[in-house]
């Protein structure tokens, strides 16, 4: 059973750092490109950072760019997040997915706050 358990979600000041974990299981997660994605209330689900299946290459959404970090471990099965500098408009449920040609994966969410 293929399982995509996100965390380290939690309530943030302005400026402040989180490093969001996702866990695999069920397929093969050495394989499958790893991207995180958010949804803020009332808005669509927008990817924030991808990468490959070596984790030698990265990609961010433009308003990521020099403070998000995405990075794996496939040793662990885990893709990871650093957020550094957060904002307001940060605010978001986090989502990691996986995807391998036509299979597409996704977990439940972590809730990232950034508020003072």
């Known amino acids: 059973q293929v399982q995509l358990a996100e965390s380290g979600g939690d309530l943030v000041q302005p400026g402040g750092s989180l490093r969001l974990s996702c866990a695999a299981s069920g397929f093969t997660f050495s394989t499958y490109v790893m991207s995180w994605y958010r949804q803020a209330p009332g808005k669509e689900r927008e990817l924030v950072a991808t990468v490959t299946t070596t984790g030698t290459r990265t990609f961010y959404a433009d308003s990521m760019k020099g403070r998000f970090t995405i990075s794996r471990d496939n040793a662990k099965n885990t893709v990871y997040l650093q957020m550094n500098s957060l904002k307001p408009e940060d605010s978001a449920v986090y989502y990691c997915?996986?995807?391998?040609?036509?299979?597409?994966?996704w977990g439940t969410g972590t809730l990232v706050t950034v508020s003072s």
């Open positions: 997915n996986a995807k391998l040609g036509f299979k597409n994966y």
